[in-house]
């Protein structure tokens, strides 16, 4: 737990300092046809550079460092419900410049916008669990 | 192609970027978990025993990012330009496209792209080419 709440600590630091808790920054990576602003490239950069290190190490001996198992996706498949819904997800992201990890950033420096934003993300995290039970998932 | 200089950080962006691989490096290599933001939240939704604190321990971090960071140095401004409404919609949309898709920013764009899979790719390349059309339509029709 402990090692979790320094990682959430972390990985918010990271999102402050590369400007990516700035949501008007986001935009300004979106917006192609205006004046570009090509930051959150770095940003993936930097982040996929130390993740594919430590991914390739745990995709050799699937476990951790500790010898616990490690979780990662099983599914394989590029289905419907992947297209449809990164679909979604970008059309939220390009509205207003939040994910879901800037929003809690966002929420932690006391913005009542980001309050708003995270409150509706959970209702729409609720709403696919609802639909998601009615159907027997 | 018209690059704005005046607010293109490419260094702090990618020390930032360095510090966010690092987090999920040693949360799958410690914690055997991916440091995908709505996944981690969406598993609240359906608690499962002993899966929920770490989840909860991981967010708290997060929330708490801001104030810890202010300790030390002076705060970046933030700035939310959409309105309420939109906000509203904005929200719901990540909600359940996050959940559908399986993933965000952070699960798909960052980890998944790190342990090459093709899902992860595909939904990157498609969430951030509709967040490119979305911010064209609403700026510049």
């Known amino acids: 737990m402990v090692i979790s709440f320094i990682c ?3 990985f918010g630091i990271g999102l402050i300092i590369s400007g990516m808790a700035d949501p ?5 990576f979106l917006d192609l046809a205006g004046r570009w602003d090509p930051s959150l490239i770095f940003v993936m950069g930097g982040a996929i550079l130390i993740g594919f290190l430590a991914f390739s190490y745990v995709g050799r001996r699937k476990t951790t460092l500790l010898g616990k198992a490690v979780k990662l996706p099983a599914a394989t498949r590029i289905d419907r419900r992947l297209v449809l819904g990164s679909v979604l ?3 939220g992201w390009g509205l207003a410049g939040l994910c879901p990890g800037p929003a809690l950033v966002a929420l932690g420096m ?3 916008k980001a309050l708003c934003f995270v409150a509706a993300m959970l209702a729409g995290m609720g709403l696919f669990e609802l639909i998601e039970r009615r159907r027997g998932g | 192609m ?3 200089y005046l607010h293109f950080t490419p260094w702090p962006a990618f020390a930032g970027g360095v510090l966010i691989g690092l987090a999920a490096a040693i949360l799958i290599l410690v914690n055997g978990r991916i440091a995908g933001i709505s996944g981690i939240i969406g598993g609240l939704l359906r608690p499962i025993r002993g899966d929920v604190a770490w989840r909860l321990a991981f967010i708290a971090g997060m929330i708490f990012a801001p104030a810890i960071f202010g300790i030390f140095y002076v705060l970046p401004e933030s700035r939310v330009d959409a309105s309420w409404g939109i906000l509203m919609a904005a929200g719901l949309l990540v909600g359940v496209g996050t959940r559908y898709g399986s993933g965000c920013t952070s699960g798909h764009g960052i980890c998944g792209i790190s342990r090459l899979s093709p899902r992860s790719i595909v939904a990157t390349v498609i969430f951030m080419a509709v967040g490119f059309i979305t911010v ?5 029709l």
């Open chain 1, 8 to 10: 959430g600590l972390l």
């Open chain 1, 24 to 28: 008007a920054k986001v935009l300004g």
């Open chain 1, 89 to 91: 997800f970008g059309a």
């Open chain 1, 110 to 112: 006391g913005l009542p």
């Open chain 2, 2 to 4: 018209n690059i704005d």
């Open chain 2, 136 to 140: 064209y339509l609403l700026r510049h």
